[in-house]
T-cell receptor, first 116, second 112 residues
């Protein structure tokens, strides 16, 4: 499976600031996603990162708050803007390998964000 | 958004015991995936199921895709301390461009 890395692995930020999280994959992948995992909770999809075009956001998530870039097939960034303590979560990127029926999704190690 | 219901929410078992957990949904999925997440890590894919009724094993793990396509179970045989973690099911519908809907999770603790 693809090797996925994220930077930073964790950060502590002040409210009102912004943080950009990077996701790097060691091979070209067709689909990349960003998820949020609030403390003690399950994973919730934020958006699909589309290569060369605007990301597709899920209900409850907007581009102004979570701008996403995907300049190529191996890299994506998620920015958490104007942070508040409610944004404290683990942010995970994931990639899909395979095409057609067999589409297995793999996750990066996550970025643990604490907002004070 | 929609979530899949997992049960039990948590389990405390002794080393060597077998474990069973399940996942149910009000919607049909074409694919069911089971992940394990350890503290400070991202979820790791354990088993993927693609056909209704399919039974698949991966070492001590066995998972089945329910025939109604609305449920799945995961069994772990002869548990060991490294099985500790949170187990998530996830459903995928072919028409949703690989997007996953995650279950609520089952936290497993193994005592010696």
């Amino acid at each position: 499976s693809a090797v996925i890395s994220q930077k930073p692995s964790r950060d502590i930020c002040q409210r009102g600031t912004s943080l950009t999280i990077q996701c790097q994959v060691d091979s070209q992948v067709t689909m990349m996603f960003w998820y949020r995992q609030q403390p003690g909770q399950s994973l919730t999809l934020i958006a699909t990162a589309n290569q060369g075009s605007e990301a597709t956001y899920e209900s409850g998530f907007v581009i102004d708050k979570f701008p996403i870039s995907r300049p190529n097939l191996t890299f994506s960034t998620l920015t958490v803007s104007n942070m508040s303590p409610e944004d404290s979560s683990i942010y995970l990127c994931s990639v899909v390998e395979g095409t057609g029926i067999v589409n297995e999704q793999f996750f990066g190690p996550g970025t643990r964000l604490t907002v004070l | 958004g929609q979530q899949l219901n997992q049960s039990p929410q948590s389990m405390f078992i002794q080393e060597g015991e077998d474990v069973s957990m399940n996942c149910t949904s009000s919607s049909i999925f074409n694919t069911w995936l089971w992940y394990k997440q350890e503290p400070g890590e991202g979820p790791v894919l354990l088993i993927a199921l693609y056909k209704a009724g399919e039974l698949t094993s991966n070492g001590r793990l066995t998972a089945q895709f329910g025939i109604t396509r609305k449920d799945s179970f995961l069994n772990i045989s002869a548990s060991i301390p490294s099985d500790v973690g949170i187990y998530f099911c996830a459903g995928q519908w072919t028409g949703t461009a690989s997007k996953l809907t995650f279950g609520t999770g089952t936290r497993l603790q193994v005592t010696l």
